[in-house]
């Protein structure tokens, strides 16, 4: 099962209290431990979270920043228990824009977990999936036999994907807002969509576990009449 998250409403959480939008981010970043905590314990194989997406550097540099300082902090805590948990860690998205510090520490967290047996954690930086497609469709321009399956190693070949990942089953979004946002467009083709009515600060375990329990309630035809296979 390929569970993905836009995490939307940081900076909304810490305005409602009248706190600086950083502070939402770091409230944030503790939420995702405990998505990661729900999703390893509930079997789910791949975990797909949008960090940064590819428009978010149209941001004030200095929240960008404090974005950036904050995802390399949590490479740092958060390596070791992704290991003790045996959670393979990596980051996919573009790679060309983003500091040779962090790039150093995305190397060493992804090489640390590579042993990991568990869960894939994937976590989406300077992410854009029209990109992804439009540059794999470039690489893939000269193959006219290419199939579905060849694409999508491109893709992975372009968003830096250290391991092979499924279609995305479970699409969950908080923050109230209804749209995928240029993520995992390809990959989403399928998925059921759950949008949650809370911040993503306030997505606990409780939560999580209601978009599970609604996911396991559905029907998934893939276009055919019945069933749940493709």
């Known amino acids: 099962m390929h569970v993905a998250i836009i995490m939307d409403g940081n900076g909304r959480w810490a305005t409602e209290r009248g706190l600086p939008r950083s502070a939402g981010h770091v409230e944030g970043a503790k939420a995702v431990r ?124 372009v968003d830096h994907c250290a391991y092979p990942a499924g279609d995305v089953d479970l699409l969950i979004r908080t923050g109230s807002e209804q749209r995928l946002s240029d993520f995992l467009l390809w990959e989403c083709a399928y998925a059921e969509l759950y949008f949650a009515d809370c911040l993503w600060p306030d997505f606990d375990e409780r939560r999580f576990r209601q978009a599970l329990d609604a996911f396991a309630g559905r029907q998934r035809r893939f276009g055919a009449l019945g069933g749940d296979k493709r």
């Open 34 to 157: 405990k998505a990661v905590e729900v999703a390893a314990s509930s079997q789910v194989e791949t975990l797909t979270i949008y960090a940064f997406s590819a428009a978010n550097w149209a941001r004030p540099s200095s929240e960008v920043s404090a974005l950036m300082r904050l995802f390399g902090q949590y490479l740092f805590t958060e390596t070791r228990r992704c290991v003790e948990q045996s959670i393979r860690l990596n980051v996919i998205g573009r790679r060309d824009r983003l500091s040779e510090s962090l790039l150093r520490s995305i190397d060493q967290s992804e090489r640390l977990s590579a042993g990991g047996s568990g869960m894939h954690l994937r976590i989406a930086v300077d992410y854009s999936s029209q990109y992804s497609i439009v540059e794999a469709a470039r690489r893939a321009s000269r193959d006219s036999d290419l199939s579905s399956e060849g694409f999508k190693r491109l893709l992975h070949e």
